[in-house]
């Protein structure tokens, strides 16, 4: 089993989960912080090399930029996080400037590794990389509804009384408000959720699938609200994405990508996840 060496930009709270969450993966050797604040990103390492050893045999330590050579994905998921009244068009003005800077450092020290875009906003982010060209548009990818679908899956799971486990449910589209349920592909225990219901005589009709959508809309408002923070549900969805790529099977997931037009619009649309390459699960769309 080859180890791999994962690069983090950005050791803030999201930063810090998504290494902490990587930590405990069996095939990664070494996870690389790199961060502005240079004190932080020491803290974050420190604290999670600290763990008990004989459940992970990772490092994590903090590096430059110089780090990227040969590494297998860089994550980028450093940013200001959008304040009280901010428009996310405002919010991207501010996170391009961030990018601009981090890829100018990156560059010298890239070599063809998947670039993973975690920092909001996260589609017109990875779209704004794409359109610099300076990676290739299959090595670019962004976490887009990966945690939508996460957290539809989890509402689901409460609605129905079901281990998570045992649902399948993609989201696609763009992250957030503007994500589409695709119902049509939700199965529970390998059999459509309709027909789930119906057998175990749980209501299922138009008013609760759009109570569960509005659920699922406003998970990320809801959980800011209470905590402050969302930060433990993107880590997971980004550890999950990781242990796809790099698995030896293809996965069927969702995943932030360019689309097959003139303008390199990003959505997250089905894609076929593994063996270290990514493929759209309908080219034709």
């Known amino acids: 089993m080859k180890k791999r060496r994962i690069v983090i930009i950005g050791s803030g709270n999201v930063g810090a989960a998504i290494s902490y969450a990587l930590m405990y993966q069996s095939d990664i050797q070494e996870i690389v912080l790199l961060d502005v604040n240079r004190e932080r990103a020491l803290g974050v390492a420190m604290d999670i090399n600290h763990g008990i050893h004989q459940i992970s045999t990772c490092f994590i330590r903090v590096g430059t930029y110089a780090d990227c050579v040969d590494s297998d994905a860089v994550i980028i998921c450093a940013g200001k996080n959008r304040t009280k009244n901010q ?102 225990e390998n059999v459509s959720i309709k027909k789930y219901c119906e057998k175990n005589n749980i209501v299922w009709n138009e008013k609760i699938k759009q109570d569960l959508h509005f659920c699922v809309a406003n998970m990320g408002t809801e959980i800011i609200a209470k905590k402050g923070i969302s930060q433990y549900g993107i880590a997971t969805v980004v550890a999950y994405l990781i242990s796809i790529i790099f698995g030896d099977k293809k996965v069927l997931s969702v995943v932030g990508t360019i689309c097959n037009d003139e303008n390199k619009c990003v959505k997250s649309r089905l894609c076929y996840i593994g063996n270290g390459g990514i493929e759209n699960a309908f080219p034709n769309t």
Request: with cysteine; hydrophobic share 40%.
């Open 87 to 188: 428009t996310r068009e405002e919010l991207l003005e501010e996170n391009q400037k961030i990018m601009d800077q981090i890829l100018t450092e990156m560059m010298p020290y890239y070599t063809d590794s998947f670039v993973i875009v975690v920092s909001n906003p996260v589609d017109a982010l990875t779209e704004y990389i794409i359109k610099r060209n300076i990676f290739s548009e299959k090595k670019v990818i962004g976490t887009g509804c990966l945690l939508d679908t996460s957290r539809w899956i989890s509402v689901l799971s409460d609605y129905l009384k079901v281990p998570s486990s045992k649902i399948e449910a993609y989201a696609v589209g763009k992250h957030g408000d503007k994500h589409i349920l695709l119902w049509e592909f939700v199965k529970v």
